[in-house]
């Protein structure tokens, strides 16, 4: 039973940075946590309805936390500090309350609904494109012309999104996002990102994107949560040299280790976006390096 994947559900709206961060995380470390990552589309402002929180932050005189002066101050600095950390090229909107308050995500989120339920397949690609719009080019994701852009550069063909996008409009669809939202809630979400993790019939549920290495925790991850990765993840996109106990081991086939095991620096590429860890395989990783392409395994 050791290759079971366990189920992960990972409940988004495209509103939340949090969220991106979160989705490409869990992108790249499905399968070193072995798991069954599900997508699960919700509408944020459906959950503060549900929940009451809207109303509650209406009596409060309260608005959104990066519409807040002090808030965005913070939270804005916060946000370039993961950006950088995970890899993610997240840039804040100029518009911020345009963005969140007058435009929201009601009809992207809808169309992701149609797409989990008809391409399923497809439903990353499309949602990271949606992000990149939104959360580092600054564009548009609620015109029709705007998500068709979003699903074809996704790889669908003009045909399939405009399909997608009219499926939008029907009852199903609509259905669809309300129940995925009303499930979150009833698995406790008040905010997203929300994680639900399912082992041993029973439900774990987090909140936030900062939760990710308490998650790690929870599955048993040989990597114990991701401090023995992270030189892999606070670098940028260029060569960075990292001080490791290293040893030799050529690609192909399964020959001994050669070279003696020391202290010695090891270029190593960081991670671009959309990019999945590999599978290790007896604790290897292939890695591009000076000398070429080698395994490298922890001392």
């Not at 969220?19 to 509408?43: D, H, K």
């Amino acid at each position: 039973m050791a290759g079971l994947r366990r189920k992960l559900e990972f409940f988004y709206d495209l509103l939340s940075p949090y969220c991106w961060l979160s989705f490409e995380v869990l992108c790249r470390y499905r399968n070193i946590w072995n798991i069954n990552l599900q997508l699960r589309p919700t509408f944020l402002a459906g959950i503060m309805k549900d929940t009451g929180m809207e109303e509650s932050v209406k009596d409060a005189g309260n608005l959104w936390p990066l519409l807040v002066p002090q808030k965005n101050k913070y939270l804005s600095q916060e946000l370039q500090y993961m950006a950088k950390f995970y890899q993610v090229p997240l840039v804040i909107p100029k518009d911020l309350r345009g963005v969140i308050i007058d435009k929201g995500s009601l009809d992207a989120m809808r169309f992701l609904c149609s797409v989990e339920m008809e391409n399923p397949e497809m439903l990353e690609k499309v949602s990271r494109e949606l992000w990149m719009r939104i959360w580092s080019q600054d564009e548009d994701i609620t015109e029709p012309k705007s998500i068709l852009i979003a699903a074809e550069k996704a790889g669908f063909s003009e045909e399939q999104a405009e399909f997608l996008l009219k499926k939008c409009s029907t009852e199903e669809v609509k259905k669809k996002l309300r129940e995925t939202t009303t499930a979150a809630c009833r698995h406790g979400a008040f905010g997203l990102p929300t994680i639900v993790f399912n082992v041993n019939k029973k439900s774990h549920m987090f909140f936030g994107s900062d939760k990710l290495e308490l998650l790690a925790h929870l599955i048993g991850s040989s990597d114990s949560g991701l401090k023995r990765q992270a030189s892999f993840l606070l670098k940028d996109r260029s060569w960075e040299t990292l001080e490791v106990m290293w040893e030799w081991i050529p690609i192909s086939g399964n020959e001994s280790a050669v070279g003696q095991r020391d202290t010695s620096p090891l270029r190593a590429k960081s991670w671009a976006v959309g990019v999945e860890k590999p599978l290790p395989s007896k604790a290897f990783w292939s890695l591009e390096v000076p000398a070429g392409e080698y395994a490298w395994r922890w001392g």
